[in-house]
């Protein structure tokens, strides 16, 4: 892609269309506003004083126009942007995305936005290019019909940002590009069908992806797991003719602060395939469950941000890549297996998979020097039941560390909404004949009780663990947003990381 650093003369930029965010209620033309009208011969005002376009988020108002002089666009679009009070950095990404959408679909491969917020040069680019780049993703990867009525993607996009400096516009594009094709990176992983995304293929992308973007790799295949003593996440693989990965990243930054400072560690659920193993789900609905390895996804697309983007702290990551199967040799509801740091667990139900092999890639990210670990999972339906797709949910050890990671996703657009955790509830996976079982009392509280049984396996770290089930997957398209995958977790993990100066 090309990107435009624009400071003055909006309205002649070299594009073909002209985009400007209207907010809720503007009905007479002010600031850019004021230039398009002129240019358009009291288009915009007529648009601004009707009833069909009103501002609202989303909404959309495209304007054919003759151009003369040094007016270059021959479109202008209007994008809705909502309250004035209410629209931020996250909004501008989401009118960045809905202007891509719109004008792609119009043949348009070029264009600029006036997304008209007072905020850093640099915050608003980033923001801007993030939405433009991840509204161009699209499910259609494996369509061989009708390619060639497939829109084309928008190659130029300018941004333009009164009174700035083209440096700090130009930062900001920069790093917004380095975060939207990481999150189109995660998105890709998570919408690949379960054929042709194994564990070995997760692990072999992990590892391109890293040799290209300057990260240590390591992949432990299930001989050295077994030497590790994990045996609860090689429970959940047994079942499987594909053997499970544990794909570890490393980012080490040039000039640490000291040897004693913080090493963060990101970890992620990477079910490639969930069947439920002998608890088998149900039939219908089963096809979704190829997402089950987004928030491995994301940690690995999050890694691949990091390594781009230098922050000041090191980062591991940790994905612990398994494909949960039924057959003659997968465990069974009553079985009893050691986790790495000896806790034995009796597995009331193998469909409960993704808090077995967490247990041991927490384990391993805190043994590896991690002393800020934040988990990411597609974990519980539950989660779905008590938050929708509104919000992530997330549970932890220490509150300024979970108040710091809700703060991250209030910037990143990514809502997270904390539930308890508690001596009360990890009584509720007390087991009869082991340390712990992998489910709570049926109908009670079941995403707080697979936090809590990851919680076991962490020591001396503070942890934040992050449901994302109900937020990673959109069902239906946004006007900014394609259905499917929504790489959720990438932007807040790239936030917290920066946090560290």
């Given at each position: 892609?090309?990107?435009?650093?624009?400071?003055?003369?909006?309205?002649?930029?070299?594009?073909?269309?002209?985009?400007?965010?209207?907010?809720?209620?503007?009905?007479?033309?002010?600031?850019?506003?004021?230039?398009?009208?002129?240019?358009?011969?009291?288009?915009?005002?007529?648009?601004?004083?009707?009833?069909?376009?009103?501002?609202?988020?989303?909404?959309?108002?495209?304007?054919?126009?003759?151009?003369?002089?040094?007016?270059?666009?021959?479109?202008?679009?209007?994008?809705?942007?909502?309250?004035?009070?209410?629209?931020?950095?996250?909004?501008?990404?989401?009118?960045?995305?809905?202007?891509?959408?719109?004008?792609?679909?119009?043949?348009?491969?070029?264009?600029?936005?006036?997304?008209?917020?007072?905020?850093?040069?640099?915050?608003?680019?980033?923001?801007?290019?993030?939405?433009?780049?991840?509204?161009?993703?699209?499910?259609?990867?494996?369509?061989?019909?009708?390619?060639?009525?497939?829109?084309?993607?928008?190659?130029?996009?300018?941004?333009?940002?009164?009174?700035?400096?083209?440096?700090?516009?130009?930062?900001?594009?920069?790093?917004?590009?380095?975060?939207?094709?990481?999150?189109?990176?995660?998105?890709?992983?998570?919408?690949?069908?379960?054929?042709?995304?194994?564990?070995?293929?997760?692990?072999?992308?992990?590892?391109?992806?890293?040799?290209?973007?300057?990260?240590?790799?390591?992949?432990?295949?299930?001989?050295?797991?077994?030497?590790?003593?994990?045996?609860?996440?090689?429970?959940?693989?047994?079942?499987?003719?594909?053997?499970?990965?544990?794909?570890?990243?490393?980012?080490?930054?040039?000039?640490?602060?000291?040897?004693?400072?913080?090493?963060?560690?990101?970890?992620?659920?990477?079910?490639?395939?969930?069947?439920?193993?002998?608890?088998?789900?149900?039939?219908?609905?089963?096809?979704?469950?190829?997402?089950?390895?987004?928030?491995?996804?994301?940690?690995?697309?999050?890694?691949?941000?990091?390594?781009?983007?230098?922050?000041?702290?090191?980062?591991?990551?940790?994905?612990?890549?398994?494909?949960?199967?039924?057959d003659g040799n997968a465990s069974r509801p009553s079985d009893v297996v050691t986790a790495m740091n000896g806790k034995t667990i009796e597995i009331l139900n193998t469909d409960a998979e993704g808090r077995l092999i967490l247990a041991d890639?927490?384990?391993?990210?805190?043994?590896?020097?991690?002393?800020?670990?934040?988990?990411?999972?597609?974990?519980?339906?539950?989660?779905?039941?008590?938050?929708?797709?509104?919000?992530?949910?997330?549970?932890?050890?220490?509150?300024?560390?979970?108040?710091?990671?809700?703060?991250?996703?209030?910037?990143?657009?990514?809502?997270?909404?904390?539930?308890?955790?508690?001596?009360?509830?990890?009584?509720?996976?007390?087991?009869?004949?082991?340390?712990?079982?992998?489910?709570?009392?049926?109908?009670?509280?079941?995403?707080?009780?697979?936090?809590?049984?990851?919680?076991?396996?962490?020591?001396?770290?503070?942890?934040?663990?992050?449901?994302?089930?109900?937020?990673?997957?959109?069902?239906?398209?946004?006007?900014?947003?394609?259905?499917?995958?929504?790489?959720?977790?990438?932007?807040?993990?790239?936030?917290?990381?920066?946090?560290?100066?």
């Amino acid at each position: 892609m090309k990107s435009l650093a624009i400071t003055a003369n909006f309205i002649e930029a070299n594009v073909e269309a002209l985009a400007i965010v209207i907010f809720k209620g503007e009905k007479s033309p002010t600031d850019q506003l004021s230039a398009l009208d002129k240019i358009t011969g009291g288009l915009v005002s007529a648009v601004l004083a009707g009833d069909e376009f009103n501002g609202e988020e989303g909404e959309t108002a495209y304007l054919h126009f003759l151009p003369s002089g040094k007016v270059k666009a021959r479109r202008i679009l209007l994008v809705g942007g909502g309250d004035r009070n209410d629209f931020n950095l996250p909004a501008v990404s989401r009118a960045a995305g809905t202007a891509v959408r719109f004008l792609r679909k119009n043949k348009i491969r070029s264009f600029a936005l006036d997304p008209r917020l007072t905020e850093p040069a640099a915050a608003i680019a980033e923001a801007a290019v993030q939405g433009f780049i991840t509204g161009q993703f699209e499910l259609d990867k494996y369509r061989t019909k009708d390619i060639d009525k497939k829109p084309k993607p928008v190659e130029t996009f300018g941004l333009f940002v009164a009174g700035a400096k083209p440096a700090e516009i130009k930062a900001g594009l920069e790093r917004g590009q380095i975060i939207g094709e990481s999150m189109n990176f995660t998105r890709d992983l998570a919408n690949e069908p379960p054929n042709i995304l194994t564990p070995t293929e997760m692990a072999n992308r992990a590892s391109k992806m890293a040799k290209e973007c300057g990260l240590k790799c390591e992949i432990l295949d299930e001989a050295r797991m077994k030497k590790l003593g994990m045996g609860s996440l090689l429970s959940v693989s047994r079942g499987s003719e594909q053997p499970a990965k544990l794909i570890v990243l490393k980012y080490t930054p040039a000039k640490a602060k000291s040897a004693k400072s913080e090493v963060l560690g990101f970890v992620g659920k990477g079910i490639t395939f969930d069947t439920g193993g002998i608890s088998l789900k149900p039939s219908e609905g089963m096809d979704a469950m190829k997402y089950d390895m987004s928030g491995g996804a994301a940690v690995i697309g999050a890694m691949r941000a990091i390594a781009l983007l230098k922050p000041n702290v090191p980062v591991i990551g940790v994905v612990a890549a398994v494909e949960n199967m039924p057959d003659g040799n997968a465990s069974r509801p009553s079985d009893v297996v050691t986790a790495m740091n000896g806790k034995t667990i009796e597995i009331l139900n193998t469909d409960a998979e993704g808090r077995l092999i967490l247990a041991d890639a927490v384990a391993y990210a805190e043994k590896q020097g991690a002393t800020r670990i934040i988990d990411l999972a597609t974990l519980t339906g539950a989660v779905v039941v008590a938050l929708g797709d509104q919000y992530t949910g997330v549970m932890g050890n220490d509150q300024e560390f979970i108040d710091e990671v809700i703060s991250c996703g209030r910037e990143a657009g990514e809502s997270i909404w904390q539930l308890p955790v508690g001596k009360e509830y990890s009584k509720m996976i007390r087991s009869d004949i082991a340390d712990i079982k992998n489910i709570g009392p049926r109908g009670k509280a079941g995403t707080i009780m697979g936090a809590v049984f990851i919680q076991e396996f962490v020591e001396k770290a503070k942890w934040a663990h992050l449901d994302i089930a109900g937020t990673a997957w959109l069902d239906n398209p946004k006007p900014y947003q394609a259905k499917g995958p929504t790489a959720v977790g990438v932007w807040t993990l790239v936030k917290f990381t920066e946090r560290f100066k």
